[in-house]
């Protein structure tokens, strides 16, 4: 199960930390990724940490501004965001999969209930 906190609103050009805690004991089998979903628009990716943490991925419209990470001793993946833009504004989901960090949503094998996120203009 996965538990995704940390969103709310915020002006544009602020921050936010989103987390996600996952309960069980085979978090570190994971690749975690972050997903969000804006009204009226489809879901798509934002960012993916492989299983140990070495290795990041991004969507190219948060390269820059948002970072990823994960703590396996807290079963807890962050989604850093600085800089944030009107555009960002969405639900944003975490999610598992056991394949690779550049696995399509398809592939992942379980999802948060989202956390919203608001950036006023």
């Known amino acids: 199960q996965l538990q995704a906190s940390g969103g709310g609103l915020v002006q544009a050009g602020g921050s936010l930390r989103l987390s996600c805690a996952a309960s069980?004991?085979?978090?570190?089998?994971?690749?975690m990724g972050w997903f969000r979903q804006a009204p009226g628009k489809e879901r798509e990716f934002v960012a993916a940490?492989?299983?140990?943490?070495?290795?990041?991925y991004y969507a190219d419209s948060v390269k820059g501004r948002f970072t990823i990470s994960r703590d396996n001793a807290k079963n807890t993946v962050y989604l850093q965001m600085n800089v944030l833009k009107p555009e960002d504004t969405a639900v944003y989901y975490c999610?598992?999969?056991?394949?690779?960090?550049?696995?399509?949503?398809?592939?992942?094998?379980?999802w948060g209930q989202g956390t919203l996120v608001t950036v006023s203009s």
């Open positions: 940490v492989s299983w140990t943490g070495g290795s990041t």
């Open positions: 069980g004991r085979t978090f570190s089998s994971y690749v």
């Open positions: 999610a598992a999969n056991s394949y690779s960090e550049k696995a399509p949503a398809a592939m992942y094998d379980y």
